[in-house]
Every structure is written in structure tokens, then in C-alpha cells.
């Protein structure tokens, strides 16, 4: 039943085998372990919110390195009240209270039982005084009592117990949850599906957002530009319900009277009004923003966000770099700069 073999036969069959052996195993220790999170980066969500009647955006960015989360930033940018021909309106700040650090002054108000008064802290004098009161009374400023949230989700938790949306679970934080477990839970699931976001805030309250989604094996699979306005009627301000790229034609880009073409301006919540534009646009060869914007990511997918140029004025595509778009893109453009930081130049 078994063949006889000689000595040496066997001893070059067992090396054969050994070596075999070690070739499978060297193959296994160089296959990449299965990750967590699709790749290193840095994972943001946000969420824009109508609070006392103001516009407020939270956010939450959550940092992968080495398929571990290695750290979370939690920020709010407030709005101020502004008077435009006498009416009321509201322009979102320009430092966020991050930024703004004790300047935020989250206690600097009178207080009986201490007796401090409220101080002008854009003065030497009066930053000192409130941070002393802050020492005295064993209180931290907002960004102080951040980064004990901070290091909390840190671990992974996202639970917090909550009285009327103020913090009560976590020793030395008592500032409100604006939704911050919420965007924490959102960009970590952000981080398992390789979607990476940026905004940006100009004017007085439009956000600008792209998202960007990569495969398993790191490849640009989707670009997305976005931009979404607000309103303020009766010293009341509300964000849109919808955003440029979903109202599509309603937007209205070019809706305004066309005496070369004689269209006059129309109705764009009418069908007739809506046909009306649609067919204007399509006779003067213009594209509407969520056409343009599409062009515009569609270059970037297929060519990288390097070989995007822009024109002398930074505000305009180089002419003739991609027919069809004509409308500014420079707050595009830089916000997209900020993207492939976060995805560690994973555009192109």
C-alpha cells in the first residue's frame, strides 16, 4: 500500500514541506488586519439649529489613527444680533467658543452670593477678575468643561443623563448637550463607512458642506457639494428646509429678467414657472447651481482636486477648465482644501 522510499528522498521531502509550511504562514502574518474604521483621518459631523430664534451650528470631529480613535473636538459657533436698514437679523460669529475661550464668558454674569459683577472681558483687567471668580468658585469656562466631554467619548461612551438637555453625569460639566452625543455617535458611524464631511459658514448664515466617501481600498467613490441659506422674518430665524443641491431648478440661479432672451422672472413654486426657467436656462446654454456644482465634483472625481486651477481672481475656475461652470467656486474650492486634510490628501 505505501511506496518505500529512500533516506534522502525523505529528507528533501520534509524541507519541501517546511518550506511550504513557512511560505503560508509568512503570507498570513503580510495580510492587513481587518479594520474598524475605513482609513486614518478626520471624521466631522455637524448639525445646524434654529436656537432662540438665532442660527447655532454644532460639531463634533472625530480623529482615527491607527484605527483607534485618538481623539474627539467638540465646538458651537453662536450667532449675534445684526440691524440691516433698521430691520433685525442675525449673522453667525466669527470665532466659535472654542476660539473665543474664557472670552465666551459662560459665568460672567452678577452673582449675589459671591458678589461678582459682570465684567468687560475684552479688557486685561476684567478677563483677570472673571478668571479668578472662575477659581474661586471652582467653575470651568465652556471650552474647559468640552474637554471633559471630550475625553469621555474619547472612551467610546456616548450615553449621557441629562436634566432639561443640561449635563449631569459627568464630574465639572454642567453645559448643555446642543447635540453633541449625537454628532459623536454620527461621525464615528462616519469613520466605519469612510464619509468624510467639512462645512464652512459665509455671508451671514449660509453653510457651505462637502462630503466625500471612500471605499475599503481608499477610492474616491463620491463627492458632494452643498449649501444650505436661512431666513429671518420678524426678528425670527429659521434655516431652510432645503438645501441647493435638493431644490434643484427652485433655486433659481439665473431666475431674474432677460431682456436678450425676453424672459421675465418667474414663479419657480409653479409648474408653469418652473417649465418657464427650465427652458430659459436650456435656450441661453446656462446650467443651474446643482448642475454646475455637479460638474464641478465630477471634474475632481475623475481628475483629482490637484488639477483643479483657478483664475487670477481666486474666486473663478481658470477659463475653459470645465465647460459649463461659470459660477464662483473659490469658498468651494478652499473648503474642499480642508476636506483633503482630513482625508490626508485622499482627492487627488
Not at 452670593?113 to 471652582?138: C, R, V
Not at 444650505?228 to 439665473?254: N, P, Q, V
Request: hydrophobic share 35%; with cysteine.
Amino acid at each position: 500500500m505505501f511506496q518505500r522510499f529512500k533516506r534522502g528522498t525523505l529528507i528533501i521531502v520534509f524541507l519541501l514541506l517546511g518550506a511550504f509550511l513557512f511560505g503560508c504562514s509568512c503570507d498570513d502574518n503580510n495580510k492587513e488586519m481587518p479594520r474598524t474604521y475605513v482609513a486614518d483621518g478626520i471624521y466631522l459631523e455637524y448639525k445646524t439649529l434654529d436656537v432662540n430664534n438665532r442660527p447655532l451650528i454644532s460639531t463634533v470631529a472625530v480623529t482615527i489613527k491607527s484605527d483607534t480613535i485618538d481623539s474627539v473636538y467638540i465646538d458651537c459657533i453662536d450667532s449675534e444680533e445684526i440691524s440691516v436698514d433698521g430691520v433685525i437679523d442675525y449673522k453667525l460669529k466669527a470665532q466659535s467658543r472654542k476660539e473665543l475661550g474664557y472670552l465666551f464668558g459662560l459665568h460672567n454674569q452678577d452673582e449675589l452670593a459671591s458678589g461678582y459683577k459682570k465684567q468687560d472681558l475684552n479688557t486685561t483687567e476684567g478677563l483677570q477678575i472673571y478668571k479668578d471668580h472662575l477659581l474661586a468658585q471652582n467653575k470651568k469656562e465652556w471650552f474647559e468643561q468640552a474637554a471633559i466631554l471630550e475625553a469621555y467619548f474619547k472612551t467610546g461612551n456616548s450615553v449621557l443623563e441629562l436634566d432639561n438637555g443640561y449635563i449631569t453625569s459627568l464630574e465639572g460639566v454642567s453645559i448643555k448637550d446642543i447635540a453633541f452625543s449625537e454628532l459623536f455617535v454620527k461621525a464615528v458611524a462616519n469613520a466605519k463607512t469612510g464619509t468624510f464631511k467639512a462645512f464652512k459658514y459665509v455671508n451671514k448664515y449660509d453653510v457651505i458642506s462637502v462630503t466625500a466617501k471612500i471605499s475599503k481600498t481608499k477610492k474616491l467613490e463620491k463627492l458632494t457639494l452643498d449649501v444650505l441659506s436661512g431666513k429671518t422674518s420678524s426678528g425670527i430665524f429659521k434655516f431652510d428646509l432645503e438645501s441647493r443641491m435638493t431644490m434643484k431648478y427652485a433655486y433659481g440661479m439665473y431666475n431674474k429678467d432677460d431682456a436678450e432672451y425676453e424672459y421675465v422672472r418667474q414663479d419657480l413654486t409653479t409648474a408653469i414657472g418652473l417649465e418657464t426657467y427650465r427652458a430659459y436656462l436650456e435656450v441661453s446654454n446656462q446650467y443651474e447651481w446643482f448642475q454646475q456644482s455637479t460638474l464641478f465634483t465630477n471634474f475632481i472625481l475623475s481628475n483629482g482636486y490637484s488639477k483643479v486651477r483657478m483664475a487670477s481672481d481666486g474666486e473663478h475656475l481658470e477659463e475653459g477648465l470645465i465647460e459649463g461652470v461659470n459660477m464662483a467656486v473659490g469658498d468651494y474650492y478652499r473648503l474642499l482644501n480642508a476636506l483633503n486634510k482630513y482625508m490626508g490628501r485622499g482627492l487627488g
